[in-house]
């Protein structure tokens, strides 16, 4: 695997099976652009340059593990979110592009509703890398955004990724089922966001063995007799910690939009507004109590 285009070539053989080649691809140039200085688009543009022989040595143990399924991103130890590098292992969710869109959506409702308050206060719940938190404080600098997470060890990823991203934010181990009896009890926030465990016991017969053997099981899957279990913990809590006109964003399964609906408007939120992502599928709330 001398060229850039041998490396292509190889890892094609290899992993078209199993990921197919559109994926395969993707996974090559995320391996090649991490390992090398190299940006996407040069590795693009010159595929009969040489790989640097440094990171040519790398290359067959990662596609042995990528062999297993092993999520890239695991492999390689982090990702791209919002423009920003993360940190991730198994303790902590893979960041979705969907979530970005989320991020994307709250930004900009911030940056029109509240506008003239200048360090408005954030509770990202459920943190795992810490990829909305620390994002949303990129952009805004001026908020106070606290984020909380069940998991101590994602926690201490989340709060690497701060560091790593240079920004201030206070991370807390909170269990979201238990957060009204947690130490943030007491305050009061402007915006809650949450992108909670979701994922049915139907809808993981269906899910890519890199998901389910890898991706931390406690950040996915709900009880499939309760799949909004999560929303009604979280919708309790913002209900009563936001202040009047505070707005709550949720990413949610896209087969509950209307019953995640239905849940806050039961528990008194207005101006409740359901978003799909780039997919088409059902997969943003908003909503203001
Ligand atoms: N969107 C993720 C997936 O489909 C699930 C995220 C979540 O459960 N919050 O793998």
Same mark, same amino acid.
Not at 68 to 89: A, D, H, M, R, W
Not at 234 to 241: C, L, N, W
Not at 245 to 251: A, I, K, N, S, V
């Given at each position: 695997?001398?060229? &850039?285009?041998?490396?292509?070539? =190889?890892?094609?053989?290899?992993?078209?099976?199993?990921?197919?080649?559109?994926?395969?691809?993707?996974?090559? *140039?995320?391996?090649?652009?991490?390992?090398?200085?190299?940006?996407?688009?040069?590795?693009?543009?010159?595929?009969?340059?040489?790989?640097?022989?440094?990171?040519?040595?790398? /290359?067959?143990?990662?596609?042995?593990?990528?062999?297993?399924?092993?999520?890239?991103?695991?492999?390689? %130890?982090?990702?791209?979110?919002?423009?920003?590098?993360?940190?991730?292992?198994?303790?902590?969710? &893979?960041?979705? #592009?969907?979530?970005?869109?989320?991020?994307?959506?709250?930004?900009?409702?911030?940056?029109?509703?509240?506008?003239?308050?200048?360090?408005?206060?954030?509770?990202?719940?459920?943190? %795992?890398?810490?990829?909305?938190?620390?994002?949303?404080?990129? =952009?805004?600098?001026?908020?106070?955004? $606290?984020?909380?997470?069940?998991?101590?060890?994602?926690?201490?990823?989340?709060?690497?990724?701060?560091?790593?991203?240079?920004?201030? +934010?206070?991370?807390?181990?909170?269990?979201?089922?238990? +957060?009204?009896?947690?130490? &943030?009890?007491?305050?009061?926030?402007?915006?809650?966001?949450? =992108? #909670?465990?979701?994922?049915?016991?139907?809808?993981?017969?269906?899910?890519?063995?890199?998901?389910?053997?890898?991706?931390?099981?406690?950040? *996915?899957?709900?009880?499939?007799?309760?799949?909004?279990?999560?929303?009604?913990?979280?919708?309790?809590?913002?209900?009563?910690?936001?202040?009047? %006109? %505070?707005? /709550?964003?949720?990413?949610? =399964?896209?087969?509950?939009?209307?019953?995640?609906?239905?849940? /806050?408007?039961?528990?008194?939120?207005?101006?409740?507004?359901?978003?799909?992502?780039?997919?088409?599928?059902?997969?943003?709330?908003?909503? $203001?109590?």
């Amino acid at each position: 695997m001398k060229t &850039i285009k041998d490396v292509f070539l =190889n890892f094609h053989q290899v992993l078209d099976e199993l990921y197919g080649a559109q994926e395969t691809e993707a996974i090559t *140039l995320m391996v090649l652009s991490e390992i090398t200085d190299l940006s996407r688009a040069k590795i693009k543009a010159f595929p009969e340059d040489d790989v640097p022989t440094d990171a040519r040595e790398k /290359l067959p143990a990662i596609l042995t593990e990528l062999k297993t399924c092993k999520p890239v991103q695991y492999i390689l %130890g982090s990702t791209e979110f919002y423009g920003l590098s993360f940190l991730v292992n198994p303790a902590t969710l &893979i960041p979705r #592009p969907e979530t970005e869109e989320l991020v994307e959506w709250a930004l900009l409702s911030l940056k029109l509703n509240v506008e003239s308050q200048k360090s408005f206060s954030i509770l990202d719940i459920g943190t %795992g890398s810490g990829c909305i938190a620390i994002s949303l404080k990129k =952009n805004l600098p001026d908020a106070a955004v $606290t984020a909380v997470d069940i998991s101590a060890e994602a926690l201490q990823t989340a709060k690497q990724n701060a560091v790593i991203n240079e920004v201030d +934010v206070e991370f807390i181990e909170v269990d979201v089922l238990k +957060v009204s009896k947690s130490e &943030i009890e007491n305050r009061k926030f402007e915006i809650i966001i949450s =992108n #909670p465990p979701y994922v049915t016991l139907h809808d993981k017969t269906l899910m890519h063995t890199n998901v389910t053997d890898f991706e931390p099981h406690s950040a *996915l899957f709900v009880p499939e007799d309760d799949p909004l279990l999560f929303y009604k913990a979280i919708a309790d809590f913002a209900a009563e910690k936001l202040i009047t %006109g %505070g707005l /709550l964003f949720f990413e949610i =399964n896209e087969a509950f939009g209307k019953e995640t609906v239905e849940l /806050l408007a039961d528990k008194g939120f207005t101006n409740i507004e359901l978003r799909k992502d780039m997919s088409g599928r059902d997969r943003m709330v908003k909503a $203001t109590i």
